[in-house]
C-alpha cells in the first residue's frame, strides 16, 4: 500500500501561482510513475502531468506545457506540481497518483492503483 497526502491547493488570481505536494508513504519502493489529474463538477477525471519515478522523465499536456512544471523527490518522497500563470480554467480539484506498474497508457486514471485526497484549486479572473 501507499499513502499520499496533497497540499497546496488555493484561491489566486489570474496569472498567480500555485504549488501543489504530494507526500508519499509506504511501500513507495513499488512505485514505477506518478501523475496529477483535475477534475471539475460534471467531468472526468483529466489527466495533467506524469513523471517516471526513477527516470523523473516527464510529460505535461499541451494546455500546461510551459507553465506547469511536474517533479519528484526519491529522498523526500514528494511530487510537486508547479503551477504558473494560471489561468481561469485550471480551476479544478487536483489529485496526485501514483501507479505501481508500468505502462505506456500513462494518461488513464485506471492504471493508477494509489490517489491522493485531492486538493481544490481556484482561479480568479
Known amino acids: 500500500q501507499v499513502q499520499l497526502v496533497e497540499s497546496g491547493g488555493g484561491l489566486v488570481q489570474a496569472g498567480g501561482s500555485l504549488r501543489l505536494s504530494c507526500a508519499a508513504s509506504?511501500?513507495?519502493?513499488?512505485?514505477?510513475?506518478a501523475a496529477w489529474f483535475r477534475q471539475v463538477p460534471g467531468k472526468e477525471r483529466e489527466f495533467v502531468a506524469r513523471?517516471?519515478?526513477?527516470?523523473?522523465?516527464?510529460y505535461h499536456i499541451d494546455a500546461v506545457k510551459a507553465r506547469f512544471t511536474i517533479s519528484r523527490d526519491l529522498a523526500k518522497k514528494t511530487i510537486t506540481l508547479q503551477m504558473n500563470n494560471l489561468k481561469p480554467e485550471d480551476t479544478a480539484v487536483y489529485y496526485c497518483?501514483?501507479?505501481?506498474?508500468?505502462?505506456?497508457?500513462?494518461?488513464?486514471?485506471?492504471?493508477?492503483?494509489?490517489w491522493g485526497q485531492g486538493t481544490q484549486v481556484t482561479i480568479s479572473s
Open positions: 509506504g511501500l513507495t519502493d513499488r512505485i514505477e510513475r
Open positions: 513523471i517516471g519515478w526513477r527516470t523523473a522523465v516527464a
Open positions: 497518483a501514483v501507479s505501481d506498474i508500468f505502462t505506456s497508457d500513462y494518461a488513464d486514471a485506471k492504471v493508477y492503483r494509489y
